[in-house]
C-alpha cells in the first residue's frame, strides 16, 4: 500500500506536495506543514523527468548490483585468502566495505522514490541519513590517504615495511579514519538537527543532502553555511594533502630505483592512484555543482549520484584488472566453486 502523508488523498496530484515559498510558512496546506513543525521530508528526486525515470532507475538498481556485488568479491576474497594478508589488502577490504556503506545510505532510497508518487522519509531518518553520507563520504577520502601512507612506507622503507605496518597500526590507522570523519561531520549535522523546521518541506534532492535540508529551515543559516563549508574543506583538504605529499615523497624515491624497480614500484601504486583521481575529480564536480548557480536541481542530482556511485562502481575493476595478486586470487575462488558445483551435480546425478 503506498504511504501518503496525513489529510492527502490517494487522488492528489504530484504537484501538490511542491513547497510554498518562505512567506507563507505559517500556513498549513495538504498536510505539509504541523503546528508544531515539520514531520516527514518529501523527497523530490527527479520527478519532473516524468516517465524517464524508470531509466534511470535501471541504470542505477544495476550499477548498485554491480557495487555490491564486485566490492562484496574483494572483500571475501582478501579475507579467505592466505596470500593476501598484507596490509594493502585490509586497507581495500575496509575502503570496499565503506564504499558499499556509503552507496547504501543514499541509493536504495533514491532508487524506492523512482517507484513511487512520493518519497517520503521521517524527520530522525533524513537527519540520520544526511550524516552517513557525509561521513562514510569524508571516511572513503580517509581510507585513501591511509593506503598512500601504506605505499608510501612500502616503497620509501621497504627494510622497515612489517615492523611499520604490524596489524595494531592497522586498526589504529583505521579507527583513526572513523574518527576523522565522524569529528568533521557530526557537527554540522547537529547544528542542522537543531534548527526549526515549519515551513515547506519538500528537500529538491534525491536523498536527504545537508545543504538542500538547511535550506528549507525556519531560521537564519549564514553561521551554518560557514561552519559547514569550512569543516569540508579541512576534511576535504586534508586528505588530499597528505596524499599528495605521500606521492611526492614516492617519486622522490622512484626517481633513485632502477628502471625495472621503478616499474614494479609503480605498479603497486597505479591502481591507488586511478581510484584517488577519480573520487578527488567526482568530489570537485559535486562541489562545482553547487557552487555554481546556472545548473538545475536535476544535473545536480545526477552529479551528485556519479559521485556516490562511480569510485565504488569502479574500485573493484580497477583493483581487478591491475593488481595480479589479486586476480590470481580471484581465479583461484572461482576455480574452487567451480570444482564444488561440479562435485555437487556429480554427487546428484549418482544418487538419481
Known sequence: MELLPPHVSPESPRDSYLPLSSSHRSSSVNGTREPDGVTFFILQGLSSLGEKQMILFVILLLGY????????????????????????????????????????????????????????????????QMHFFSQLSITVSAILTVMAYDRYVAICNPLHYTSIMTRPVQLLLITGAWVFSVVFTLPPAIIALLRPYCGPNVVKHGWCDLSSVRRLACADTSMDNIVSLSLAMVALLTPGSLILTSYALIGVSLARMAVTQRLKAFGTCSAHLTVVTISFSSASFVYISYRVGNFSPEVRIIVAVLYTALTPFLNPLIYSLRNKELQESIRRILSRFRSAAVSATKDVNTVS
Open 65 to 128: 548490483i554491480v557495487i555490491l556485488g564486485g566490492n562484496s568479491m574483494v572483500i571475501f576474497v582478501t579475507l579467505t585468502d592466505p596470500k593476501l594478508d598484507s596490509p594493502m589488502y585490509f586497507f581495500l577490504a575496509n575502503l570496499s566495505f565503506v564504499e558499499m556503506a556509503f552507496t547504501t545510505s543514499s541509493i536504495p532510497k533514491m532508487l524506492s522514490g523512482f517507484l513511487s508518487d512520493v518519497s517520503i522519509i521521517s524527520v530522525p531518518g533524513c537527519f540520520l
